[in-house]
């Protein structure tokens, strides 16, 4: 079964410029999400979709961060304009909801972006 | 207070030793619980799912403690190759929260 693909795998960009990433979860996987990682400290979730809808974007830097799902299948981040502290690893993740409770997720491999 | 949290570590342990570490939930409603493994400049990759009446993988022995609101991961007979920062992970219906992890290293 193929996994959580990203693109690009790195990336450094200045200030100021943008900035997309790519993801196509595991087939079947309704869900997916958008994580910072950045050194030294766990993912932080920045968004989930429940198919092609948004579950919960409540830590999303809306002023600079977007992110879509239009078919319910890939999507897209992106970082416009980029700062510094934007400098992180951004994993994306599938799961599926697990009979007996609770959301078991699977990682893509990220994408490092530094910003210079 | 963090939702989850953990002893980042570094666990410093010889082969074959047992090691064991903690985490803590502030979320009493919290449904399901898990350990993941990270490797440096990887990706987190699911260990093992932590049920109330605890469980066992191999030499990975997880338990869950909901009265007190904690979670622990013990290894057993330590390889090398157990080597990783460890991820604590708490999910309340759909979302999930992630510790900063605890980082262990097994020296020969």
């Known amino acids: 079964e193929a996994g959580v693909a990203q693109s690009p795998r790195y990336k450094i960009i200045e200030k100021r410029q943008s900035v997309a990433f790519w993801c196509n979860p595991i087939s079947g996987h309704a869900t997916l999400y958008w994580y910072q990682q950045i050194l030294g400290q766990g993912p932080k979730l920045l968004i989930q979709f429940q198919n092609n809808g948004v579950v919960d974007d409540s830590q999303l830097p809306k002023d600079r961060f977007s992110a879509e799902r239009l078919k319910g299948v890939d999507s897209t981040l992106k970082i416009q304009p980029a700062k510094l502290e934007d400098s992180a690893v951004y994993l994306c993740?599938?799961?599926?909801?697990?009979?007996?409770?609770?959301?078991?997720?699977?990682f893509g491999p990220g994408t490092r972006l530094t910003v210079t | 207070r963090k939702e989850v949290e953990q002893d980042p570590g570094p666990f410093n342990v010889p082969e074959g030793a047992t090691v064991a570490f903690n985490c803590t939930y502030s979320n009493s409603a919290s449904q399901s619980f898990f350990w993941y493994r990270q490797d440096c400049r990887k990706e987190p990759k699911l260990l093992m799912s932590v049920y109330s009446s605890g469980n066992e993988d191999g030499r990975f022995t997880a338990q869950l403690n909901r009265a007190s609101q904690y979670i622990s991961l013990l290894i057993r007979d330590s390889k090398l190759s157990d080597s990783a920062t460890y991820l604590c992970?708490?999910?309340?219906?759909?979302?999930?929260?992630f510790g900063a992890g605890t980082t262990v290293t097994v020296r020969a």
């Open positions: 993740a599938s799961s599926f909801k697990r009979e007996t409770g609770g959301y078991e997720q699977y």
């Open positions: 992970v708490v999910t309340n219906d759909y979302k999930l929260s």
